[in-house]
Nanobody, 113 residues
């Protein structure tokens, strides 16, 4: 069955960096794009971006463009979310998802001094 497992969340100071990992299994990874969402307390899920797939490049929400980068390792069936220049407003639980049908359990990112 499809499994998505996120890791890498942590407490980081403003301006710092983190790399989140989404390990995927149970489907033909190379055929699909994986999206990252985040949810802050009391707020709706927000799309962060979607991995490159099938010749398409990665795309990002305007709030993270230039700071976040999504990449894929097909051999490892893993998608990465590199987050630089982190801001307190980036604090949220981060989830990877396949077509918004399958979701991981999430990993918490807290940006605070």
């Amino acid at each position: 069955q499809v499994q998505l497992v996120e890791s890498g969340g942590d407490l980081v100071q403003p301006g710092g960096s983190l790399r989140l990992t989404c390990a995927a299994s149970g489907f033909a990874f190379s055929n699909y794009a994986i999206s990252w969402y985040r949810q802050a307390p009391g707020q709706e899920h927000e799309l962060v971006g979607t991995s490159p797939s099938g010749g398409d490049i990665a795309n990002y929400d305007d709030s993270v463009k230039g700071r976040f980068t999504i990449s894929s390792d097909i051999a490892m069936k893993t998608v990465y979310l590199q987050m630089n220049s982190l801001k307190p407003e980036d604090t949220a639980a981060y989830y990877c998802t396949l077509h918004c049908h399958y979701w991981g359990q999430g990993t918490q990112v807290t940006v605070s001094s």
